[in-house]
């Protein structure tokens, strides 16, 4: 079984760019998820999908972060434009069952300068 | 709300001796718990979840936690430890029935040879 996919691995970008981050979910998995890892701290939710529809975007700083998941497949998350303290580790996860665990892809990294 | 604190942000045993990982969560509901290890540049494995069933929970890599009610606590321990342990471990507690995730800050776990 494949698991949960992210690209790019890696990025930098210089402040007030903007950046777009890809992910695809372990086939037949409703639950998406958009977690943001700052360096020497746990990752935080940023976002949670069921199917294409937003379940809890509570923490999302919705002036600058923007997600969808279009067709309930792939998800993309942008930042425009991205600040200096939006350097971090992005984690999508998928899961299929909510009494199971969910997946994790292997993240993006994201500096910027 | 739930919560989790993971005491001692880093820690460090030799190689063959008992690795004991500290951790205690808030929660008003029943919580589900998990460890999940992060390897440099990688995403989150899961290690071991307590989903009610069994308080002691055998997980992968000989690790197991001990779910404790009375002291709100979910500790992550192994006998022995071995050079390929080294790395970031996260507790994290969810509501059964939801997968979506709070994590602890993270303890790095370093192996003296």
């Known amino acids: 079984e494949a698991g949960v996919a992210q690209s790019p691995r890696y990025k930098i970008i210089e402040k007030r760019q903007s950046v777009a981050f890809w992910c695809n979910p372990i086939?037949?998995?409703?639950?998406l998820y958009w977690y943001q890892q700052i360096l020497g701290q746990g990752p935080k939710l940023l976002i949670q999908?069921?199917?294409?529809?937003?379940?809890?975007d509570s923490q999302l700083p919705k002036d600058r972060f923007s997600a969808e998941r279009l067709k309930g497949v792939d998800s993309t998350l942008k930042i425009q434009p991205a600040k200096l303290e939006d350097s971090a580790v992005y984690l999508c996860?998928?899961?299929?069952?909510?009494?199971?665990?969910?997946?994790f892809g292997q993240g993006t990294r994201l500096t910027v300068v | 709300a739930q919560s989790v604190t993971q005491l001692g942000s880093h820690v460090s045993v030799s190689e063959g001796a008992l690795v004991l990982l500290r951790c205690n969560y808030s929660?008003?509901?029943?919580?589900?718990l998990f460890w999940y290890v992060q390897y440099p540049n990688q995403g989150l494995q899961l290690l071991l979840k307590?989903?009610?069933?069994?308080?002691l929970v055998k997980g992968i890599n000989g690790f197991e936690a001990e779910f404790k009610k009375s002291e709100t606590s979910f500790h992550l321990t192994k006998p022995s430890a071995h050079m390929s342990d080294a790395a970031e471990y996260f507790c994290?507690?969810?509501?059964?029935?939801?997968?979506?995730?709070?994590f602890g800050t993270g303890t790095r776990l370093t192996i003296i040879p």
């Open positions: 996860a998928s899961g299929g069952d909510p009494n199971t665990e969910a997946f």
């Open positions: 086939s037949g998995h409703a639950t």
């Open positions: 999908f069921q199917n294409n529809g937003v379940v809890d």
């Open positions: 929660s008003s509901v029943p919580p589900y």
């Open positions: 307590y989903t009610s069933a069994a308080t």
């Open positions: 994290a507690v969810s509501e059964a029935g939801n997968e979506k995730l709070t």
